[in-house]
């Protein structure tokens, strides 16, 4: 009897203290350690689980079943497609808009613009999979309205996420177009805009607006629609601005 008294009393506690599992896009991962820790500061027993990828990957992960109950996008597209299939609860609200860098471990001239993809020094430049990342498909869009993409296409390079974007941008290609989220890192502090970075006019790109949306697998359990209120707070935006964002 006194054994059962305490594997209830173990799992109350873990029912209470709780784990919410969330999808999260990779531009946001930069910005995530920091946001989780903020919420924390509120809700100091319940755990939270990230995966990160790929908006597109993730949104067909929850298409197929996983235990995932809130999603961060990097777009709009995913969670309203999810909304109308209803296997989003909530109408989908945008929690940050993202901007697009130009990043080369290499100093480089970047008072052309985005014209310098066309130089011939550059043999490489990295983007995320358009078909599955919002900012790789932003990245194509600007290229094309600044008239560039055709003359560089065969120069592309494609990563899975934008954050795998940073890695190649590093190291297999001579410039990348990343989130400028990703610059804000601790890690990153040694590249410095106008010599290894700088932002793409964003004239050149629609805005790149993030949703976020609880899941059903979330839904009436109350950890997940905290960290959704969080996430919508002036305590996240604070948070969100700081890596770059505009809210």
């Not at 784990?19 to 924390?40: G, Q, R, W």
């Not at 993730?58 to 497609?81: D, E, H, K, T, W």
């Not at 890695?167 to 010599?195: C, H, Q, R």
């Not at 935006?237 to 890596?243: D, E, M, S, T």
């Amino acid at each position: 009897m006194k054994k059962l008294i305490i594997i209830v009393l173990i799992a109350s506690s873990a029912l209470l203290a709780g784990t919410i599992n969330i999808a999260v896009a990779a531009n946001v991962s930069y910005a995530m350690d920091e946001l989780i820790a903020e919420f924390k500061k509120s809700s100091p027993d319940t755990n939270v689980q990230v995966t990160l990828g790929s908006s597109g990957k993730l949104n067909a992960q929850i298409v197929n079943g996983a235990p995932y109950g809130l999603f961060m996008s990097a777009n709009m597209r995913f969670p309203n497609a999810l909304y109308e299939l209803s296997v989003a609860t909530t109408k989908p609200i945008v929690y940050a808009q993202g901007a697009l860098a130009y990043l080369s471990a290499k100093p480089m001239d970047f008072s052309r613009g985005i014209s310098i993809v066309l130089d011939k020094s550059i043999k490489k430049i990295a983007i995320a999979n358009p078909t599955t990342a919002p900012y790789g498909k932003a990245a194509v869009e600007a290229m094309k309205n600044a008239n560039v993409y055709e003359s560089v296409r065969g120069k592309l390079v494609y990563a899975e996420s934008i954050s795998q974007v940073v890695t190649y941008a590093l190291t297999a290609a001579d410039i990348g177009f990343i989130a400028k989220s990703s610059l804000y890192s601790s890690t990153m502090t040694e590249y410095k805009e106008n010599v290894n970075w700088v932002s793409v006019d964003k004239q050149l790109y629609k805005p790149i607006k993030q949703g976020i949306v609880i899941l059903k697998y979330g839904e009436n359990k109350t950890q997940y629609k905290a960290f959704y209120d969080f996430i919508l707070s002036e305590k996240a935006k604070v948070i969100f601005k700081k890596y770059g964002y505009n809210i």
